[in-house]
């Protein structure tokens, strides 16, 4: 997405060897419009697959995954994170370790809102790992749901999360993708 790129290149700021700072337009404050726009690429690219429910994790994922149920017209559903959790058995329970914060966290999404009926969509702000992803695709096998792709709105190609889900064969979709971070310059995938 050329409007992505542009804005990542205008007010992105490259932390270190890995790490993208967002949080003028993502992260911390939000541009709905751009917000609005990601939302209908989303849906353009996966408007033939039989979306039941957009999944997300708080909080930063909420704002593109709402954008994306407006343009499907569908629910969304964002996965709660605690530090700890016992076992609650109205809850669906994953692990997601967050290699960037060194924290391991436990993701729960109500049994209420997921069913073996579901076709879902992920939708997250960012594919580096891919343990949040992971944590999701956990949570909808619990639920006997389909997991019919993976949209990202800015994916990291140099980190793992992106081989992890290849194997799997999930259709994804990345709005923007970044090959490396040169001299504190974001080096884009060909698009
Ligand atoms: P993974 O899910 O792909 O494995 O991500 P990882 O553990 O590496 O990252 C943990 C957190 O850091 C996630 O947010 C993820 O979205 C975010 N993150 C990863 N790489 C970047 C980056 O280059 N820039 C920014 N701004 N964030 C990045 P989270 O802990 O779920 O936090 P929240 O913001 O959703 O509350
Ligand atoms: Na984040
Ligand atoms: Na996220």
Redesign the pocket.
Known sequence: MKELQARIKQDGQV?GK??????SF??HQIDPLLMQRMGEEFYQHFREFPITKILT?????IAPAVMTGLAFQKPVVFAR?HKSLTLKDDLYVAD??????K?A?KISVSRKFLSATDHVLIV????????????LTDIIKQADAHLEGIGIV?E?TF???RQLIDRQHIPIFSLARIKAFENGQVVFEEE
């Open positions: 932390l890995d790490v993208l700072k967002v949080d993502l992260n994790v708080e909080s930063s994922g994170k997601v370790y967050s290699f960037t914060k924290t966290n997250d702000d960012f594919l580096a790992n891919g343990q949040a992803v992971a944590g800015i990291k980190q793992k999360g």
